[in-house]
């Protein structure tokens, strides 16, 4: 079965950056795209980006264009999200989704959720 | 970048209710429409997605309708595990989008 795992829990300073990572297993990672999602303390869920790992073709909204980048390492099938620059209000938990169908299709499997703590 | 609205923000029901969420989108998207329930310290949970398909596994009390621009979600039949936010999300142009969340909570 369809099986994301990430990587655990990161506390950084503001201006740092952080790689989470998402191991993948039970598919054929190639042909799935990966959204990558957030929620802040308190706050809904926001959709941060969008990676077809056989193209490396990425998709950012607005506010994470220039300073999240979206890998995939196809001898692995693991994902990586990196954010640079982090803020305060980046503290949140992260979470990785595989789309339900093949191509441009939403989330239909989740990781478990990466919390990323953003601390002076 | 469209923006997706939900209503109510959020709702109180009993266990066996039929409870319904509405989510409007600022412009039409046909039927590229998800839905998601999240609970609190867990991943969410995709119910729907195409606006009506059921994703595998979940259960038939749950369904979804609409198009263009109105979106329902119907929960028919409340259970205990039901009580969660709900989501809905368009994926018809990029950035993708979430509504704001719909609380379902217990009366």
Same mark, same amino acid.
């Given at each position: 079965? $369809?099986? /994301? ?6 506390? &950084? ?16 990672? &190639?042909?799935? #795209? $990966?959204? @990558? ?16 790992? !056989?193209? #490396? !073709?990425? *998709? ?6 220039? *300073?999240?980048? /979206? ?12 954010? +640079?620059?982090?803020?305060? !209000? ?7 989704? *595989?789309?339900? /169908? ?7 499997? @989740? ?10 | !970048? ?21 989510? +409007? ?16 310290? &867990?991943?969410? &949970? ?7 398909? /059921?994703?595998?596994? $979940?259960?038939? +009390? ?46």
């Amino acid at each position: 079965q $369809v099986h /994301l795992v990430q990587s655990g829990p990161e506390v &950084k300073t503001p201006g740092a950056s952080v790689n989470v990572s998402c191991k993948a297993s039970g598919y054929t990672f &190639k042909n799935y #795209g $990966v959204s @990558w999602v957030r929620q802040a303390p308190g706050q809904g869920l926001e959709w941060m980006g969008w990676i077809r790992p !056989d193209a #490396g !073709d990425t *998709r950012f909204a607005q506010t994470f264009q220039g *300073r999240v980048t /979206l890998t995939a390492d196809m001898s692995t099938a693991t994902l990586y999200m990196e954010m +640079r620059d982090l803020m305060l !209000d980046d503290t949140a938990v992260y979470f990785c989704a *595989r789309s339900v /169908l093949v191509g441009s299709t939403p989330p239909g499997y @989740w990781g478990q959720g990466t919390l990323v703590t953003v601390s002076p | !970048d469209i923006q997706m609205t939900q209503s109510p923000s959020s709702l109180s029901a009993s266990v066996g209710d039929t409870v319904t969420i509405s989510c +409007r989108a600022s412009q039409g998207i046909s039927l590229y429409l998800a839905w998601f329930q999240h609970k609190p310290g &867990k991943a969410p &949970k995709s119910l729907i997605y195409g606006a009506s398909n /059921l994703q595998s596994g $979940v259960p038939p +009390r749950f369904s979804g309708s609409g198009s263009g621009t109105h979106f329902i979600l119907t929960i028919t039949g409340l259970q205990p595990e039901d009580f969660a936010t709900y989501y809905c999300q368009q994926y018809n142009i990029f950035p993708w989008t979430f509504g704001q969340g719909t609380k379902v909570e217990i009366k």
